[in-house]
């Protein structure tokens, strides 16, 4: 299978994503179930931030810790903003992704974790984004929305619980 083909999968779960994070209700952008923890906004942000790091340090060949610390967001204020940024940064991965062959996706990033191929690297990254898109699944319910089901791929007929 070509190593693109998992890119694709990703596309699919950022619609899933999109979706997620168009049902949060205006008034819970700050909503932390524990004071310690990320806010709904917060949360959504650090997804897209973190998602961008790591396609910048699989395009510049490392990635640094530096590259983690967020960007100033205050200016994100609406459910909107949220899906505009998502959406624009998972779209410049689309982009840096298409533009490689699946050789150039085998070359080695070095990470604060150790050197690895850009592959296994932005799988890092997909990891990360199931993680973090499960702790919004959880939010979401605290402030009793129903978030879409998980696995809401094109095709595949949804069965609720």
């Known amino acids: ?3 693109k083909k998992f890119f694709e999968h990703w596309d699919e779960v950022q619609d899933i994503t999109l979706k997620v994070i168009n049902q949060i209700p205006e008034d819970k952008l700050d909503f932390k179930p524990v004071p310690e923890v990320f806010s709904i906004k917060e949360l959504v942000l650090h997804i897209f931030d973190c998602e961008k790091a790591f396609v910048e340090g699989a395009v510049q060949g490392e ?3 530096e590259q983690f610390v967020a960007p100033d967001h205050s200016g994100f204020k609406t459910v909107k903003d949220l899906h505009d940024y998502a959406k624009a940064v998972h779209e410049e991965l689309d982009a840096k992704i298409a ?3 699946d050789e150039e996706l085998m070359q080695i990033v070095k990470t604060p974790w150790g050197d690895m191929p850009v592959f296994v690297h932005m799988n890092g ?3 990360h984004m199931w993680h973090h898109r499960g702790q919004l699944y959880t939010y979401l319910r605290l402030v009793g929305v129903k ?3 998980v696995f809401a791929y094109p095709g595949i007929p949804v069965i609720e619980a």
């Open 1 to 3: 299978m070509s190593m």
């Open 63 to 65: 990635l640094k810790m």
């Open 99 to 101: 533009s490689k062959s």
């Open 125 to 127: 990254a997909y990891e």
């Open 147 to 149: 978030p879409v089901f």
